[in-house]
């Protein structure tokens, strides 16, 4: 996700691009694609070259083999129960040689076997509209961004209600964890709502299949196509692993479009690296249980850089020159100024006197023709945008957990007046 630009958000979410977690904005309920059939490799392809690499220790050599007769074996009895109409598209040698590859790679692995590998991939099916939708739009006047439009899109009162069934729920936990933490439940509440609107959308492409075109059919179209293939293939090879060694069905489990997963749409790697189990029930369900969301979302804030008892944002009194607001704008959202530089640039933090000593970056807000509003993102502004590396999303979801938590305390009984005292 382009870092700060505020387009992923608001014009291609995507969930997981590298240096980003979790996930973008899961897209409502996309329609089901057909599917290009791709048959598997003809039985007399070679192995590809990195398959039969002579380095491998004696043992390592071994299971190499084996796992070559596997694949072949594997791959001889797919091709014999190949529909004639998919010989077209068993031409696509590009794509089967990368999977055949893939599944190769897991030979020398200690827990993960080729043959188990490529009885996965070997099912993995090109997604034309994973690929459509992950293409760099070449609209004919540049996007205008409008803050104020996506705020409202986002910050809707279903969502809203939502956000405050959700916390009534788990008002324990959140409760806990933000005491024990120092992440607020408002910012939990804020990403989960943005996220999935609490699990309710958490998307309905087969997970493989995103993953498989996004690693092996980047658009060529994209600038970092090659860098962002390489992701989706490590996303790939890791979805695997988490498959494997939690019982889950690589060939059912459902996700975006860029293969993000569950409640808080974690990327295969992030559910590995920072999915905690919530309801002590010894596995981290981040698809059934709300709770492992809660704090692997938690978690995955303090892992990348979250202060507790600290603001995300803070107001701002602008009264920069042009080449002040250039300077001020040129770090983007990486958190560069302290107090005193934003005041000698013109940038003066609201409210007057913030005991804030950490290090903010000024962050523009486009209103499409309307002025831009700005604010100043603090080092936890930036912890959210690890989440989804745009600014947009982080003010959106920092507001819907303030505005789900203002309609709690909206809600709240109304306290019986006190008894009047006797006289
Ligand atoms: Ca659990």
């Given at each position: 996700?382009a870092a ?18 979790g ?75 990368q999977?055949?590859d893939?599944a190769g790679?897991?030979?020398a692995?200690q827990?993960?076997?080729a ?15 994973v ?16 803050w ?15 956000g405050?069934?959700?916390w ?24 989960i ?18 993953l ?8 060529s ?9 390489q992701?989706?293939?490590?996303e ?73 008892h ?14 002040q ?15 005193a ?24 807000l ?10 100043l ?21 920092l ?25």
């Amino acid at each position: 996700m382009a870092a700060a630009d505020g387009c992923a958000a608001l014009c291609c979410p995507t969930s997981g691009v590298p240096g980003r977690t979790g996930t973008p904005l899961a897209p409502a309920a996309l329609a089901r694609p057909a599917p290009t059939v791709i048959a598997p490799i003809p039985v007399s392809a070679p192995l590809p070259a990195r398959l039969r690499a002579p380095a491998l220790p004696a043992r390592a050599r071994w299971r190499h083999a084996l796992a070559c007769t596997a694949l072949a074996c594997l791959t001889w009895l797919g091709a014999a129960g190949a529909p004639a109409q998919a010989q077209g598209a068993a031409q696509d040698s590009a794509w089967a040689t990368q999977l055949h590859d893939l599944a190769g790679s897991f030979a020398a692995d200690q827990d993960i076997s080729a043959e188990w590998a490529w009885k996965v991939l070997s099912q993995a099916r090109h997604n034309g509209r994973v690929k459509r939708l992950m293409t760099p739009s070449t609209p004919k006047a540049p996007t205008v961004r409008d803050w104020q439009a996506y705020r409202e899109r986002l910050l809707t009162a279903a969502r809203i209600e939502a956000g405050v069934a959700f916390w009534r729920r788990h008002q324990r936990q959140l409760q806990e964890i933000e005491a024990r933490s120092g992440v607020p439940a408002s910012v939990i509440v804020g990403i989960i709502g943005i996220e999935t609107t609490y699990g309710q959308n958490m998307g309905s492409i087969r997970v493989l299949d995103a993953l498989a075109t996004l690693a092996f059919d980047y658009p060529s179209s994209h600038p970092r196509a090659l860098e962002r293939g390489q992701f989706f293939r490590k996303e790939l090879e890791q979805f695997l692993r988490l498959c494997h060694g939690n019982d889950l069905d690589p060939l059912t489990l459902q996700g975006s479009f860029a293969g993000a997963m569950g409640v808080p749409q974690f990327m295969p790697s992030s559910w590995l690296l920072y999915g905690r189990d919530g309801n002590e029930d010894g596995a981290v369900d981040l698809i059934g249980s709300p709770q492992d969301a809660i704090a692997s979302v938690a978690n995955y804030l303090l892992a990348h850089g979250w202060r507790a008892h600290q603001p995300a944002y803070l107001g701002v009194a602008l009264q920069a020159r042009p080449e002040q607001l250039r300077a001020l704008l040129a770090p983007d959202i990486l958190p560069t100024f302290d107090q005193a530089t934003l005041q000698q640039l013109g940038a003066l933090p609201l409210p007057a006197g913030t005991q804030y000593d950490g290090l903010m970056a000024l962050v523009e807000l486009k209103n499409g023709a309307r002025p831009p509003e700005y604010i100043l993102g603090t080092e936890n502004f930036y912890a959210i945008t690890r989440y989804n590396q745009s600014s947009y999303y982080a003010l959106a979801v920092l507001q819907l957990g303030e505005a789900v938590q203002q309609r709690m305390q909206q809600l709240q009984p109304q306290r019986p007046p006190a008894p009047k005292a006797k006289p």
